[in-house]
């Protein structure tokens, strides 16, 4: 026992001596890079001075060439100055490849080793060692410092593993803060060799980077997972983007950060194809808020558009939740018929006008009620947006008052008569009566208006007959009369605008300056027109429509979002990533038809993310009983981990609120980071109330907000309401069973049933 002692307590200092050396190899490195870095950021700066120093010049071709030099050097310069927590966090050590060329970062293009790398004594030496980080960083020889996470040579770091290493003997991670290496992980891809690196063996650190990440206390805002993505992820993440890349994976597989990687990754390889933009649709802001930070820790940001479902349609923003019946209604195909009938029967309206009275060629001409509705019938015929059609409806207006007049039989001559119809068009248009009533008869829609004429019930039901049933008719008006909007509205606000279209605008003039106008000089100063700067400036603000669609958690799209986000990707490449039985759609086909019209002709390549990162196997398996009755015939992902803490069970028997605080209260005392409390959507303000005082480590969110979310600990209150929500309240429920990745704890209320242990119903074998 004494050997045993001494013995163990000898190998403790040699192991600590080996990480603490391998951590001062790493800083050494990294205080190079910084220092490079510096050099770097002082040249960006000498750009940006000596732009200035050429706008002095005063020749449009100075001012142009300025203004170019000054963008260029201002976005370098503000990637440069972006210190992130890991700027550095990868290495890998390499065997020699079987060819000797380079790429354009500098690194051997080589995949498999040479032939006589590995000698037959069972050892070999390290030719190349990379190291990867956020963006690339070069030496003054042009040698690679720091590989873009990016770049193909990058790419053996995340595929490499023990079954196929390829070249790589050794994968390390690097956790850095600032300028300071805090810690080394290593990985042996070839542990069979023996290799050496300048002369010595190569040293092995810890117990895995991948374990490593996964134990990390969660906050309020996603990490990348640029340090830890998988081989199966990667594969996801580097895919060509010539169609449209569908990935499904169970929960925790990785899919809404797989999605976000790829976005930087397509950017990095082929920037001006996807100038027109990158847009990743999330299905609610709390998920965007939780991702938002991570494109700009992988170097990207500018290009990308991350929005909400509700936050699609510029100028309204969801901010109320529909009823499950209420959002069956709204998210169907069927509104598309409901939504055309009501786009046009919005124009009439209980003032709208019903005789039209004008003055030409000295008599009274008029048009009643039944001329009027007869010329509406005439102008609607046609499929144009309706906005679109108030020009055809005015010229029916001018043909049937021109008829009225009798002067089209006043003469044989066609150049006459033609002279003659135009005279009597200028005087009619020109009459402020005539331009009032045009107003008020077929006045401008808008969305909005049209959604507040669906309001009336009297009038929906008109629109929607045979389409919905009474009871439809009534919980959807009754929806639309309350203030504010649902995320299932935006949708329909952005099929009414399709449906209405808007008229085209006068362009601008160029503002004038007052001298301008005091000399006279504006008469001979054309229209300026807007430069290609400008333009692309303006195109960004209001761009529709996208170079490539990213949709997350695609499952939960119905069939008008779907048509909501198609119209943002007609001409685009996307990335489509979901999990059928997370779905809280009731439809799922009647989704798939819709979004297979989204996404056209394209050919699609399909990926499966198959391992569980997130959830311990002790969760894995108890939300695995509800998936077997969700969706029966499922397979759930396989845990990559265990920590021996069985999910916890309690029952409220008094109040719920004080159960569910004493839990939550438990639960932070345990994890180091954050805590989930996910109630049944009605319950949404009530559980913030039982949490109040808790901590901003504690938040509580409905059922159908837990959605890509993640928390060290998870506090599940009543699986039966639930699951009773809705048609697919077992699917969602499986969603709410999965979100922790360390504790679970699940509160039975009045219609869980428990059992003597505490297990509700639903959860039982």
């Known amino acids: 026992m004494a050997a045993q002692a001494q013995q163990e307590s000898a190998v403790g200092p040699v192991h600590d001596s080996v990480r603490d050396r391998e951590i001062r190899v790493e800083q050494e ?183 490593a990440a996964l134990g990390q206390a969660r906050t309020h805002s996603m990490r990348d997972i640029v340090a830890s993505i998988q081989a199966e992820q990667d594969l996801v993440i580097r895919a060509p983007a010539a169609s449209v890349t569908h990935v499904e994976g169970g929960p925790g597989t990785g899919k809404t950060a797989v999605a976000l990687h790829r976005a930087a990754y397509l950017l990095y390889q082929d920037r001006r194809r996807y100038a027109g933009g990158i847009l990743i649709v999330s299905p609610t802001p709390l998920l965007v808020a939780y991702t938002e930070g991570v494109l700009p820790s992988l170097g990207e940001e500018g290009q990308v558009a991350i929005r909400a479902l509700g936050s699609l349609v510029e100028g309204v923003e969801a901010t109320v939740y529909d009823t499950p019946a209420v959002a069956r209604v709204k998210g169907s195909a069927r509104m598309l018929k409901v939504l055309r009938k009501a786009a046009r029967g919005a124009l009439e309206t209980e003032d709208a006008p019903t005789r039209l009275r004008v003055v030409a060629f000295g008599r009274r001409l008029e048009l009643d009620a039944e001329d009027l509705k007869e010329i509406r019938r005439s102008a609607l015929g046609g499929t144009a947006p309706v906005n679109l059609l108030r020009p055809r409806a005015r010229k029916l207006l001018l043909d049937a008052l021109w008829e009225r007049s009798g002067a089209g039989t006043r003469h044989t001559d066609p150049e006459l008569a033609a002279e003659l119809r135009s005279s009597f068009d200028d005087d009619i248009t020109s009459e402020d009566d005539f331009i009032a009533f045009l107003d008020a008869w077929w006045p401008e829609l808008t969305p909005s208006a049209v959604l507040d004429a669906m309001a009336d019930e009297r009038r929906l039901g008109r629109w929607a007959r045979r389409v919905l049933n009474q009871g439809e008719v009534r919980r959807l008006a009754r929806s639309l009369r309350r203030d504010g909007r649902s995320v299932h509205d935006i949708a329909l606000l952005d099929e009414l605008q399709a449906v209405l279209g808007t008229p085209a605008r ?208 998870t506090v599940v209150v009543s699986p039966a309401e639930i699951a009773d929500e809705s048609p697919a309240g077992l699917r969602v429920l499986y969603v709410a069973l999965t979100r922790a990745t360390q504790q679970l704890t699940v509160v039975s209320g009045e219609r869980d049933e428990p059992d003597s242990s505490g297990v509700p119903d639903l959860l039982r074998d």
């Open 29 to 211: 490195h990294l205080d190079r890079v910084y220092r490079r870095l510096e050099e770097k950021i002082d040249e960006a700066e000498f750009l940006m001075r000596d732009a200035a120093r050429r706008g002095q010049v005063g020749t449009p071709g100075a001012l142009a060439e300025r203004d170019a030099q000054v963008f260029r050097a201002g976005v370098h310069l503000n990637r440069l100055n972006n210190e992130f927590e890991d700027f550095l966090f990868g290495r890998i050590d390499l065997l020699l490849g079987k060819d000797g060329k380079r790429g354009p970062d500098g690194a051997y293009t080589a995949v498999e080793p040479a032939d006589g790398a590995v000698r037959p004594d069972g050892t070999a030496d390290i030719a190349e060692t990379l190291h990867i980080g956020r963006i690339g960083v070069l030496d003054q020889d042009y040698s690679p410092l720091v590989i873009d996470w990016r770049a193909p040579a990058a790419a053996p770091f995340y595929r490499s593993t023990p079954v196929d290493p390829g070249r790589v003997v050794r994968r390390r991670v690097i956790r850095s803060k600032g300028r300071r290496v805090l810690g080394v992980e290593d990985d042996l891809m070839r542990p069979e060799l023996t290799a050496y690196l300048d002369g010595e063996e190569l040293p092995v650190v810890g117990d895995g980077a991948l374990m």
């Open 506 to 713: 006068p362009r601008k003039r160029r503002e004038l300056d007052p001298l301008d106008q005091l000399t006279g000089l504006e008469e001979l100063m054309p229209v300026r027109e807007e430069s290609q700067r400008e333009r692309a400036e303006r195109l960004a603000q209001e761009r529709v429509e996208y170079a490539h669609v990213i949709v997350d958690e695609a499952q939960d799209l119905t069939p008008m979002q779907w048509r909501m986000v198609g119209r943002r990707g007609r001409h685009a490449t996307w990335t489509v990533v979901g999990d059928p039985a997370q779905s809280s759609w009731s439809d799922p086909d009647e989704a798939a038809e819709a979004r297979d019209e989204a996404l056209g002709s394209r050919p699609r390549r399909r990926f499966e993310l198959t391992v569980n990162y997130r959830n311990p196997a002790e969760i894995a398996d108890l939300a695995s009983r509800v998936l077997a009755l969700a969706m029966p015939g499922s397979t759930a992902p396989r845990a990559v981990r265990s920590t021996g803490v069985e999910p916890r069970f309690a029952v409220a028997r008094g109040g719920l609120g004080e159960t569910v605080r004493a839990e939550a209260r438990r639960l932070l005392e345990r994890v180091d980071g954050t805590v989930g409390v996910v109630v049944a959507m009605q319950r949404r303000e009530e559980a913030r109330r039982w949490l109040d005082g808790l901590g901003d480590r504690v938040v509580a969110l409905g059922s159908l907000e837990a959605k890509g979310l993640e928390y060290d600990a």
